[in-house]
């Protein structure tokens, strides 16, 4: 049974930073692709940033190119989002999925859904002074 179980969330003032962690469990592919999502209340969900599990290669949505950075650490299957430069923004539920494909193009940030999609249950982000 795959597990993803995120991390780091909390309180910050704009223009600080965070980092959250994503720890995945019980994954039976050797290659797929672990996103960061955020989505607050009343929104959508937004797509933010992936990384593939096997080249380490990244993507990221517009939105937040230049200031997060996605990484991993394969050998305690964890992905790391690091945000920086914060904006003051409504308080939002950042999560982390995994795909068998995920990516940034000139149409935006999209990902496929597959049999093999899991969730993690979300940490709660507030940038606010």
């Known amino acids: 049974q795959v597990q993803l179980v995120e991390s780091g969330g909390g309180l910050v003032q704009p223009g600080g930073s965070l980092r959250l962690s994503c720890a995945i469990s019980?994954?039976?592919?050797?290659?797929?692709?672990t996103a960061w999502f955020r989505q607050a209340p009343g929104q959508e969900r937004e797509g933010l940033s992936c990384?593939?599990?096997?080249?380490?290669?990244?993507y990221y949505a517009d939105s937040v190119k230049g200031r997060f950075i996605v990484s991993r650490d394969n050998a305690t299957k964890t992905v790391y989002l690091q945000m920086d430069s914060l904006k003051p923004e409504y308080p939002a539920v950042y999560y982390c999925a995994t795909f068998l494909t995920c990516g940034s193009s000139s149409s935006g940030f999209y990902y496929t859904l597959s049999p093999y999609d899991a969730w993690g249950q979300g940490t709660q982000v507030t940038v606010s002074s």
């Open positions: 019980g994954f039976t592919l050797d290659y797929f692709m």
């Open positions: 990384i593939s599990s096997s080249d380490g290669a990244t």
